[in-house]
Every structure is written in structure tokens, then in C-alpha cells.
């Protein structure tokens, strides 16, 4: 795990000394040569272990002065050290990104993240700053994991008591220590301003958004707890902080959720996900809207315990989908976007340790996937971006499963196929919307008795909310063995309404989802309702609505990973045309109990609230 590590061997002034001309005998002074925009560092390495500062000052013709983030050459640096006192590594900061930029240094498990927030321009920092290097063997990583972060001098001292009078701003150590919440909130976000009577393209309260972030919840048999993460926020609703909690469901009650981090920014895309271990240890994933922030891997210091969490890993990933596999370990399908939004798998058996991003699917502009697990296989349902068309544009439904932790993919009938997929026409493809003039919303995927999967899509004629676009069709897509059977099951009034599909033991198909109009008509979400066909998905039976009369939409129903019945489904609501107020709900298996998490707390636990009381 990360740890933070204090340093104490040096004195924070708001002031620099550009030069530093007084060096003290040993220092190492390291001056990058190049600082062309977009260039890459010729070594990733410094080695200080067994030369003198005169010879390390010929590593600066080999590097350059600019680390990027995930939009650019990395140019990360590792200083290998063996002092026999506390060292100190001090960087001389010139600029960072307009857009703001994270830079990242690490020693063993110690972390410090410094932060640059957004300007109106290029950010002139103008500042040195500074970690301790403990004694011994060390290495030391500099990176920046978002925005760009311009460095005109490294300057490493063997003895950092020798810099206690130099004005060396302390890079701060990151802690994910940042306590409980008072209550149960969710972030409210939008998207794309429409400038029409919807005002956006979507919006809403989002804390269990986007249907490709894969699970928001898992049940947990051993401790009798369904552990949930989601999008929170404080009292402005607008700020994002990642969330996890659980709910007992021998007490009946929730405690305070606990907060893992703040994400320093509104953008709902950066949500959670979360899965359980072997041991119970629980794992947390926060994402990113592409590579403008660092992505960031938790994992809880107990067993089934949301107490308290340790920092594993800084990274960068979109659209997290986390499959733990018993025995086996972790198969992580993400976004990365590397000149579209093409999707990766990485694995890992113990979650500290990762193996390199592998992408396995990369169409023209890229995808948007759902993912599901049926014992050991792990299936991928996705849509694609057509070239020149824009992102709005999202067509054609592909299938593609892996069972050896994705080495290998393929076809629904085992048929291989060649990673990454390149070509529109391939042997993944299930249907051809494109041809159909028709967009493909991903929202869910799951297994019916005998193993074949289960697609849940809706389609449209285009990307804007409001009635010239209707209708909104959610379908299914069913492998029934032989053939992909593809139905037409009821329609909804926008794009974003998602709801979960459930497969019932006595082989009852169920949707619960935002499928009635709102409060906010046209907008995301909507009423809750329940759907049931016993016939594999040839007609539908609307057998309950679950909210009525309510001020706000509710959005992004979500089926929770081995699920209870008596938390079944999960989400939010929220104003779906300005910012509010946004709280999380969930509801039975029957759909006839339906709870809202408490929104403010006097005491450590407390009990959900009953509402929407059916008649």
C-alpha cells in the first residue's frame, strides 16, 4: 500500500531562490537540457547510488523538462539513492497546465501528490519543492499523473538538515484519512448544454452513474452486508468525494459513510466502483473522465470494513469494470483514451500488483461496454464510435468473452478472434444498427440459467433529449444457443434512463429501471417502475411502480453483485434541468419496499427512511 511519509528535514517558505548558488558540498544538481514541447526523455532512470554530483550532471543532457500526464510522453523519472542519512530530492517547479496538472512523487509506500488547480492560463509556479529520501536503498518515481508539469532543476542532498534554512515548499504527503459524512448525498452533474427547454444533453443526480461503471454494489454472505460506493458531495451537491458504505441487513442499518477522497471536480464520470476479495478485503476503483486526473486504487485496512482505506495505486482509467474471480484474482475491463476510447483489461491476482493494460478493442473512435462474469468467463457487450461522426454517434452492438483472465477472446460460440478489434464488419459483431440509422445506449448484461448472455440496450434516432428523437426502445439481446434474438421490450423518453436486468432463479427476466415519465420529462430518468416477462423476453408485464409523485427524477438503477433480496436495486435522484439536492434510494426484491438512505445523521448509524409506500 501507499503510505504517507512525513518529512521533517525541511522548512516551507512561500518564497525560491532561483539559483541556489550555495549548493552544499554533495549536492547532486541535475539541469534538464531539453524543453521542447512534446518531447521524450532518453532514460526513465538516474542512478545515484555509486556516482559523484560532477557525473550525474550528465544525465540533464538525456531528459527532459516537461512530465505529461496521460495525454503525452510520460517522461517519468525514478532516482535509485543509498544514503546513509535522510535525503532530500528538490525540484525546481516553472509552470504547470492551464488545465491544472497532479504531480506525483512516491518512495517505496510513501505518496505525495501536489496540485495545481485551473487557471485562466498557463500556471507560472515558479516554486522548488521538496520530499524526504529516507536513508538506504530508495527509489524515488516523479510523475505527473494529469496536465503537464514543466521542471527546470532536480537537486538532490544527501543530508536534508542541510536545507532547514532554504525556502523548500514540502510537497504534502497524501492521506486518504478524510473521516465519515453526516449523511448520505449524492452528486449532482450535467453535460453539454443544449440551449433548448431540456438545457442539457443529460443531467441529473448522478451518484450512481454511468451504466459503465461496473458494480456500484456487492453482497457479501460472510458479513450479511451489502457494500455499496458511490458519486457523494457535500452541501453544494457539486464537489465529487468518493464514497463507500455498507448496509447490514441483520441490524437494518447503515453507519456513516466513509470518504475516501475528494476528486476536485464535479465531472460524475470520476465515480466509483468496488469489488471484494478472497479474504473480504474491500477494493474501491475511482475513475476519470479521460486523462485530465489521476485515477486512484483503495483497498480497506480490515475485512468487510468501509472504516478506513489504504491508497494502492495512483493511475488513470475511464469507465471502470472490476470482476473478482475466486482463486484467481482481479480482471479490470477499462476505458483508456489513446486517441479514442479503446478498451483495455489488465489482471491482477492480489490487487497490488498489476500487469500492463492490454487493449482488445479499438473501432474507429472507440467504445462504450458493459461487462458481466458467469463463473469464470467474463463477457464484453459494446457499441462503437464511427469515425468522423463525433462522440454523439454510438452505433452497432459487439460480443466478445474471455475465460482465461483476457489472454484470449472470443465469439459467443468460441470462435477466436484477434485482439484489438479493428474492423467494423467482424466476427463480434451482433447487429448492424448502423444500417438501422440508430444509436446504441449500453445499460446492462447478464446470464440466463444455461450460461448465454443477455444484452440490455437502448436505442434511438439520435443523441439530443426531447420527443423528435423518440422512441427511446430498450431491447434485448438474447443468445438463446443458436442465434442472437433481438426484442423490442417497452420505451422510455431519453437516452440516459438505465435500469439493471435481473435473471430470477425460476427463469423470470426482471428490469427495474427510470422507465415512467418524471417530474422532468425528457430529461434522464424518471419514476421507477418494475418489469417482468416469463417468456425470455418476447412480452413484458409492468407489475409495479415503485416512486410516484416525486419532485425529482430518479436515475442509473443498478443491480447490486450477488444480490439481496432485500437490497435489490440502487440509486438516485435529482432535478434533472438545474442543480439540487441529490438522494440515494434502494428498494426491495418485490419492489413493494422502497428505502432512502438518510441524507443527514445525529448518530453513527442509522436506519434508512421507508418511502414511497405501496398501495
Known sequence: ????????????????????????????????????????????????????????????????????????????????????????????????????????????????????????????????????????????????????????????????????????????PYSSEMGTADGYRGIWYYNQPSKDQYVYKYSGGLGTYTAKHIPLAVYSPEANKTFFVYGGSEEDHRRLLIMASYYDHETGRVPRPTILCDKRTGDAHDNPVISIDDAGYIWVFASSHGTARPSFIYKSAEPYSTARFDLIKVTNFSYPQVHHIPGKGFLFLQTIYNGGRRLYSQTSSD????????????????????????????????????????????????????????????????????????????????????????????????????????????????????PPNDPRTWTTVHWNGEAWQITKAFSSDNNYDMGSLYIEDDGTWCIIGPTEHGPQAYNPGGEVAMWRSADQGDSWLKVRQLTYNSPYNHTYVRRSVNAHPEFYAFWADGHGREPSESRLYFCDKSGERVFRLPTTMDAEFARPVPVFRQH
Open 351 to 466: 490487487g497490488a500488483r498489476w500487469t500492463e493494460p492490454v487493449e482488445y478493442a479499438g473501432i474507429h473512435q472507440g467504445h462504450y461496454q458493459v461487462t458481466g462474469r458467469c463463473d469464470d468467463r467474463v463477457a464484453s457487450a459494446f457499441n462503437y464510435h464511427p469515425q468522423d461522426k463525433g462522440l454523439n454517434w454510438r452505433t452497432n452492438l459487439y460480443y466478445i468473452e474471455t475465460a482465461d483472465m483476457g489472454q484470449t477472446w472470443t465469439t459467443v460460440t468460441g470462435e477466436p478472434v484477434e485482439a484489438p478489434l479493428r474492423q467494423v464488419q467482424c466476427p463480434a459483431l451482433v447487429h448492424d444498427f448502423q444500417a438501422q440509422g440508430l444509436n446504441v445506449y449500453m445499460k446492462d448484461i447478464n446470464f440466463d440459467a444455461q450460461g448465454n448472455p443477455i444484452i440490455l440496450v437502448v436505442t434511438s434516432k439520435g443523441y439530443a433529449s426531447g
Open 1 to 172: 500500500m501507499l503510505v504517507a511519509l512525513v518529512a521533517t528535514h525541511a522548512t516551507c517558505r512561500p518564497a525560491f531562490c532561483d539559483d541556489l548558488a550555495e549548493l552544499p558540498p554533495g549536492a547532486y544538481e541535475i539541469v534538464p537540457q531539453t524543453d521542447e514541447r512534446g518531447a521524450k526523455s532518453d532514460i526513465d532512470a538516474i542512478d545515484l547510488r555509486d556516482i559523484g554530483p560532477e557525473q550525474a550532471k550528465a544525465f540533464g543532457s538525456r531528459i527532459t523538462t516537461r512530465h505529461y500526464g496521460y495525454n503525452g510522453p510520460r517522461n517519468i523519472l525514478t532516482f535509485a539513492t543509498d544514503f546513509a542519512t535522510p535525503a532530500l530530492l528538490i525540484l525546481q517547479v516553472r509552470a504547470a497546465s492551464a488545465g491544472g496538472a497532479d504531480l506525483l512523487i512516491t518512495i517505496g509506500d510513501a505518496a505525495y501528490l501536489q496540485q495545481w488547480r485551473e487557471g485562466g492560463g498557463t500556471i507560472v509556479v515558479g516554486k522548488p519543492y521538496g520530499v524526504a529520501i529516507p536513508p538506504g536503498q530508495q527509489q524515488t518515481r516523479v510523475e505527473a499523473v494529469a496536465g503537464t508539469v514543466v521542471v527546470d532543476r532536480y537537486v538532490v542532498l544527501p543530508d536534508a538538515g542541510a536545507a532547514r534554512d532554504w525556502p523548500v515548499n514540502l510537497i504534502e
